[in-house]
């Protein structure tokens, strides 16, 4: 490489370092305002928010999140490595809500520099960077790392389970394969939403290379031994700590008590909320008779729900998220598509200017809108970017992650579970802009 090369490749790696130093201003730029915005009612708090912070308060109190005897709870239906890492920050730091913002908006440049490599490893460093941009620009990265919720965490390990594996496809390396195990069982303890995704990566190790059947077969054993480590520990601390060998029961608690409800609101022409109080009034044991009932006399009812409730994860916008952030009368579920009325274009608006007080979030939420539409578009010219070149395993990880994560978002879907494969949007997202703008992908790293 000669001196001008070498001068045209150190300016280039100046420019995408400035770009990143950009994006990164603007990222801590939009949380400070976000921070200084929100509402006072119940500070960064959704639905879910209340649990996470008892459960980490009890344990910073008794260093267990077992109830003393002289109150009541019960086991907690959802895993508690979110309250965990609360507990550790507040004892580390106080009882602060400060403090865990900070933390999560580092843990959200955190993911956009493990999107920046893993783009890098397949398209090359101008498209790393060009990723890296988006999720300084996504307002979903943006408003989660405002909430006491559980969703910036869980995506902190789904992105960084698919650094390690989408390096193991390229290296063949074991211990990089353990790595990618390790971090999604770590996931399932954070939310479970990955709990029956490992065995849909398994044809990739008796398809990819020339290993013989006892090697593959010693891949699949490390893969599925390394993914419920953690896993297994976590079932053995609720033994200890609750007397029972559990995960958690939260596909029970979504299907019978979320998923349901939709259901029965759509057939009966009711509220879901007043189906799910209806719900709640009988025995467990009534509500899941009553659930195979329902679901054997009409499944095309089922089955349509559920299907709705997945679009609604797909085009939901994070501007309903930061509404509930920044508006003190919004709540979780407040603002939906679905409950208003009029010609698609009157509906499309309500849902976005419904409970904003302020004109700027209305701008934001037609912004998001335009570049959801948009992104679709790149996502599908990035998918078949994939197919052009041949790069067959990606393919299948990228199709069959979005495939899952989108499925298991029926029971109630809402632009808050998009999280969980928001990420794989992006990068398929650079993929598609970079083939448009440069009509190819260049790995422009090895200049």
């Known amino acids: 490489m000669g001196f001008t090369e070498s001068m045209g490749y150190a300016m280039k790696k100046l420019n995408q370092f400035f770009l990143m130093l950009m994006g990164t201003l603007f990222f801590c730029s939009a949380s400070l305002f976000l921070y200084h915005h929100v509402n006072g009612v119940f500070p960064h ?22 109830w003393p005897e002289s109150t009541q709870g019960a086991y907690p239906y959802y895993t508690l490595g979110y309250a965990f890492i609360l507990a550790l920050l507040f004892k580390l730091f106080g009882m602060n809500n400060g403090i865990v913002m900070l933390i999560q908006v580092l843990l959200s440049l955190g993911c956009a520099l493990l999107l920046f490599d893993i783009t890098k490893k397949i398209a090359g460093r101008t498209a790393g960077v060009l990723a890296y941009l988006l999720v300084c620009m996504n307002l979903g990265f943006v408003v989660f790392a405002q909430f006491i919720l559980a ?26 394969l353990a790595q990618a195990a390790f971090a999604l069982g770590i996931s399932v303890l954070i939310k479970p939403a990955a709990l029956y995704f490992w065995p849909l990566l398994v044809p990739l190790f008796f398809i ?37 060998w559990y995960v958690c029961a939260l596909d029970h608690e979504n299907m019978l008590y979320w998923f349901f409800p939709n259901v029965l609101a759509h057939k009966n022409g009711t509220d879901q909320n007043f189906e799910r109080e ?78 904003a007080t302020q004109n700027w979030v209305v701008v934001v939420g037609y912004l998001e809108m335009i570049w959801s539409f948009i992104r679709l578009f790149l996502c599908l010219i990035g998918m078949l ?56 992908i260049v790995r422009d790293d090895s200049v």
Request: aromatic share 16%; charged share 15%; proline share 2%.
């Open 151 to 176: 969703e910036l965490w869980l995506t902190f390990f789904l992105i960084l389970f698919f650094h390690r594996f989408i390096t193991y496809l390229e290296v063949g390396s074991l211990v990089v």
């Open 278 to 355: 209806q719900l709640r009034m009988l025995p467990a044991s009534d509500v899941y008779k009553k659930f195979i009932q329902e679901a054997c006399s009409a499944p095309h009812l089922f089955i349509g729900v559920w299907l709705k409730n997945v679009s609604k994860t797909w085009l939901g916008l994070f501007t309903t998220n930061l509404k509930v952030l920044i508006e003190p009368a919004v709540g979780g579920g407040d603002i939906s598509y679905f409950k208003t009325k009029g010609s698609v274009l009157r509906r499309v608006h309500a849902y976005i200017a419904g409970g």
């Open 45 to 66: 708090q959704d639905v879910d928010s209340k649990a996470y912070l008892a459960n980490a308060q009890l344990f910073v109190q008794n260093n267990s999140f077992a």
């Open 208 to 244: 990819r290379g020339k290993k013989s059947f006892k090697k593959k077969l010693a891949l699949l054993v490390l893969w599925s031994v390394v993914f419920y480590l953690p896993i297994g520990c976590y079932m053995y601390h609720n033994k200890v700590t609750f007397g029972r």
């Open 385 to 440: 970017w994939l197919v052009k070149n041949h790069l067959w395993s990606l393919l299948w990880l990228f199709v069959v992650y979005l495939t899952y994560f989108s499925l298991i978002t029926g029971h109630d879907g809402c632009a808050r579970f998009r999280m969980l494969f928001e990420f794989v949007l992006i990068v398929l997202a650079t993929l598609g802009m970079c083939s448009l703008m440069l009509n190819r």
